[in-house]
């Protein structure tokens, strides 16, 4: 595993982080059911493998998986990073509409006593007193940034939270946040496939920000062909991607076919080559992935010892290019 700084915080980060969004199970992430031991089983799958940050949100399966994530992590909290979320809650207290998910309404808010109360729900379902990394979950329409930074401020000064990062943002949000208090990094989706993000790199190396990557193998359809031929029900999230539609399903065979001598070369997984594309794009790149079991864990931690070729990186973008060029 390699280690990188939050941004200019003290806190030390694994580069792979752990995404814990099909923990929270329910319609979207239909396919496996999760419980209490299962999460034990990986937070020591994690522990075991140096992944020591994990990123939560508590829209995650209606704060399902904040939840088993706080049930689990007991007697286990001191070993990770904790990250999740503010600003979309299901409280019915105002704010614009977001969604309707596992039958509730998901609001967007980011009035200061909404945030405040995210960060109290958060703590009291991850059973903790303190949580490492908040990321601010969509980006306010209404309330200005001012306000919910003066917020997430004091709540770092009562020592309820030690670092904030936004999400779902643009590089001109960064620099507003900025005005306001340090923020540590952003997460936002990047992928071989929907690399448009890159146009953030060079404001977060204005502020020392880590670039934390989510959809990377873009909820598991870069990660190998198999998934193509798989049903999923009607409101898994995967049912409803692009992907498993034509032109793009034989589009995505057609690049995994050309990937395929590669991965011989390598003796590695697709998963591991597109990652390690990715790793290739940023120095200061987090690399936040999916994970339900271990061995897909296992398999993204050896990410690290490919060592792509200029030429490597360059065929894995012009494989892409064609799927990137479906209008
Ligand atoms: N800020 C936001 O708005 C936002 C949006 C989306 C996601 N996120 C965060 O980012 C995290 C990652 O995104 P994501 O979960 O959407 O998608 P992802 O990381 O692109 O894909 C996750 C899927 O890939 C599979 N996988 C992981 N490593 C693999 C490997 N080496 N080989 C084969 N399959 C592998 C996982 O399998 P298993 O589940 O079977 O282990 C899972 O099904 C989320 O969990 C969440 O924490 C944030």
Redesign the pocket.
């Given at each position: 595993m390699k280690y990188q700084k939050l941004g200019n915080t003290d806190i030390e980060v694994s580069q792979v982080s752990f995404?814990?969004?099909?923990l929270g199970a329910g319609n979207v992430w239909s396919d496996m059911a999760v419980d209490v031991h299962m999460v034990e089983n990986l937070l020591d799958d994690a522990y075991e493998l140096g992944i020591n940050y994990i990123?939560?949100?508590p829209v995650y399966g209606i704060g399902h998986s904040e939840t088993v994530l706080g049930q689990a992590l007991k007697g286990r909290r001191d070993r990770f990073i904790l990250q999740t979320k503010c600003s979309l809650n299901w409280r019915n207290e105002g704010g614009e509409f977001e969604y309707v998910r596992d039958g509730y309404t998901v609001n967007r808010d980011h009035r200061a006593e909404a945030v405040r109360k995210d960060v109290e729900d958060s703590l009291e379902r991850l059973g903790t007193d303190h949580i490492d990394a908040l990321?601010v979950?969509r980006i306010s329409r209404t309330v200005p940034v001012q306000e919910t930074m003066a917020e997430l401020n004091r709540l770092k000064e009562e020592g309820k939270i030690r670092a904030v990062l936004i999400?779902?943002s643009q590089p001109a949000d960064l620099d507003e946040y900025e005005q306001y208090g340090y923020v540590a990094g952003v997460?936002e989706?990047f992928s071989l496939l929907d690399d448009a993000n890159r146009a953030y790199f060079d404001t977060c190396s204005k502020y020392n920000a880590v670039f934390q990557v989510?959809?990377?193998?873009?909820?598991?359809f870069?990660?190998?062909p198999g998934i193509l031929d798989r049903q999923f029900g009607p409101d898994d999230v995967r049912a409803k991607a692009k992907y498993m539609q034509e032109p793009y399903r034989k589009a995505l065979k057609d690049m995994y076919a050309g990937l395929e001598e590669m991965c011989q070369g390598h003796g590695c997984?697709f998963?591991?080559l597109v990652q390690a594309w990715t790793l290739r794009q940023y120095d200061a790149l987090n690399l936040?992935?999916?994970?339900?079991?271990r061995h897909?864990?296992e398999?993204?931690c050896r990410v690290f010892d490919i060592r792509l070729n200029d030429e490597e990186v360059s065929r894995i973008s012009a494989l892409a290019e064609a799927i990137k060029n479906i209008k």
């Open positions: 995404g814990a969004w099909g990123d939560t949100a990321v979950h999400s779902n997460q989706k989510y959809g990377s193998l873009e909820e598991g870069l990660a190998g997984s998963a591991n936040l992935t999916g994970f339900r079991r897909t864990m398999d993204t």
